[in-house]
């Protein structure tokens, strides 16, 4: 499906040069600072989060990106919806629409969620996070931060590994999709068990071999609450351990939230610690990325 500049559902809908365009929003947003936008393209418009699974980082920078473009927030969270009442998650959406919201962010555990919204609203629907298949505002960020730290937009001289609970990651298929549009060689790494074989990218279980060769790092949370079950060796074949990041000159990145102390060591999450972490670099990406997705869809 080509990207109709309406909803923003996957990163799959746009062509590379529409991700570079909303990429290059980001920078601006980026360099200008947390400053507020005078010119204020949200005003008198209310976003909609509604967020059916847990979330700080991506919930918390679409509420900031709201307010610095002027806009105001209405929050609506899993537990306190209708939706444990047995309402769907179309039906919450269409409601929200009838209230006057100029658009809303979802975050709900359905792959397809989001785009089962956007058929039926009459309002922009952005995918915050669906089942495990879907997050392309962190890809889009994720891709924000490579690039600015690279200092160009094409990536085709860069390795870039993914490394961890590939079987449960949304974050590691958006990025296939997005770092592959920018022309990075992917490779997904960890236990067998936890390597899918329908991504179209080179795959591999020996983190050593394929870190020898990355520029980047994008270390994964393993994700026990979708019951991700892993071996008591994880940490020593998977883990971003101090001695395995002393020995890496690339930069290691994480979505979010860090399981400390198995896919990373205190001591390389730790930014003081690391100088090629971009750990909370993705954060601050993360709020200009989402001011250009929300200025570009409903400002
Ligand atoms: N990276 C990410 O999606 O984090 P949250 O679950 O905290 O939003």
């Not at 891709?143 to 730290?149: D, E, G, K, S």
């Not at 490779?187 to 591999?204: A, I, Q």
Request: charged share 25%; hydrophobic share 40%.
């Amino acid at each position: 499906m080509a990207w109709n500049g309406r909803h923003f559902l996957s990163l799959a809908d746009l062509s590379r040069e529409e991700m570079i365009g909303l990429m290059r929003r980001a920078s601006h947003y980026l360099d200008a600072g947390d400053r507020y936008e005078p010119d204020a393209p949200l005003a008198e418009k209310i976003v909609a989060n509604l967020f059916l699974e847990n979330s700080t980082r991506t919930r918390c920078s679409f509420t900031i990106a709201t307010k610095r473009l002027g806009g105001d927030v209405v929050d609506l969270l899993g537990g306190t919806s209708s939706a444990s009442k047995g309402e769907t998650l179309v039906d919450t959406a269409l409601n929200l629409e009838a209230m006057g919201v100029a658009g809303i962010v979802v975050r709900c555990s359905e792959e397809n969620g989001p785009r089962e919204i956007a058929e039926q609203a009459g309002i922009p629907i952005i995918n915050a996070g669906s089942g495990t298949t879907s997050h392309p505002t962190q890809a889009l960020l994720d891709a924000v931060t490579l690039t600015r730290h690279f200092g160009k937009e094409d990536l085709s001289m860069e390795h870039v590994a993914i490394v961890g609970d590939i079987a449960h990651s949304r974050v590691a298929r958006s990025n296939v999709i997005g770092l592959t549009m920018l022309g990075a060689n992917v490779t997904l790494v960890g236990p067998e068990e936890l390597l899918p074989d329908d991504l179209d990218c080179d795959t591999s279980s020996d983190f050593d071999a394929v870190l020898s060769e990355a520029s980047a790092c994008i270390m994964l949370r393993v994700q026990f609450e979708r019951d991700a079950k892993v071996g008591e060796d994880y940490r020593e074949r998977f883990g971003l351990t101090e001695s395995r990041a002393n020995g890496f000159d690339g930069v290691i990145m994480h979505p979010g939230p860090l399981n400390r102390g198995l896919e990373i060591d205190d001591a390389v999450a730790n930014i003081d610690n690391s100088p090629h972490n971009l750990i909370l670099s993705q954060v601050t990406s993360g709020v200009a990325t989402r001011m250009a997705i929300l200025e570009h869809l409903i400002g």
